[in-house]
């Protein structure tokens, strides 16, 4: 059974720091695609950072291209997405995924089949 459980969310001024933890059991993260999505209140679920399984290729949207960096520990079957230069807009609840079967990544929530609960992320302006 694939259970997926996030941490590291919280409340954080404008330009400050997150470290979220996806720690995975029932899969193996470095043969899996993992995926970090995002929603809002309101808005529909959307792609943040994804890792694939070959070689740990890195996605990421452009509003996080350059402030954010998805990684792997494979020791520990845990994926991570550092967050800089954190921004109001990046407020959200942070979710993790992966996909059955597969180890390529893709950008569309609709793509993956496991999720984690989510973890909120508040950015104070």
């Known amino acids: 059974q694939v259970q997926l459980v996030e941490s590291g969310g ?6 400050g720091s997150l470290r979220l933890s996806c720690a995975a059991s029932g899969l193996t993260v470095s043969t899996s695609a993992m995926g970090w999505f ?3 209140p309101g808005k529909e679920r959307e792609f943040v950072a994804a890792i694939s399984w070959s070689a740990g290729r890195q996605y990421y949207a452009d509003s996080v291209k350059g402030r954010f ?7 520990k079957n845990t ?5 800089n230069s954190l921004k109001p807009e990046d407020t959200a609840v942070y979710y993790c995924a ?19 609960q989510g973890t909120q992320v508040t950015v104070s302006s």
Not at 69 to 75: E, G, K, L, V
Not at 79 to 83: A, E, P
């Open 10 to 15: 919280g409340l954080v001024q404008a330009g």
């Open 38 to 40: 995002r929603q809002a």
């Open 69 to 75: 960096t998805i990684s792997r520990d494979n020791a």
């Open 79 to 83: 994926v991570y997405l550092q967050m």
């Open 98 to 116: 992966t996909r059955k079967g597969t180890g390529v990544v893709a950008t569309t929530y609709k793509a993956y089949d496991y999720w984690g």
